[in-house]
């Protein structure tokens, strides 16, 4: 196997129309993409069904809704969204936000804003 070597910088992109959803890598096993969301944008609620979701926040704070909960996460910080659970992301800071998505095994990928 050839090792895949990819630099966050050159991954997260941001847009002012709506959330991006930046592919890093994906195997069989594994999908990790680079969620990026401007100042008062969000990425609906929707179940994952077939994948637990680890979300890791690289920069800013954003606020999660995982089931039924309502949780502020900040850099550094992470949550894990079990199979069928509901999640979304709103960023309500000033800030731009950027996160870490990991899905095992890969689910749907088509999130929308």
Known sequence: ?????????QVAHFSEDAANINSMFKSDQLQMDVL???THQYISPVVEPISDIIYFVLRGEGVFEVGDE?????RNTSVLVEMGVSSGIINESDEQLTVLKMAAPPGIHNLSS
Do not use: H, P, R, Y
């Open 1 to 9: 196997m050839e090792n895949s070597v990819k630099d966050l910088k």
């Open 70 to 74: 309502v949780l502020v996460l900040t």
């Open 36 to 38: 990026s969301l401007n």
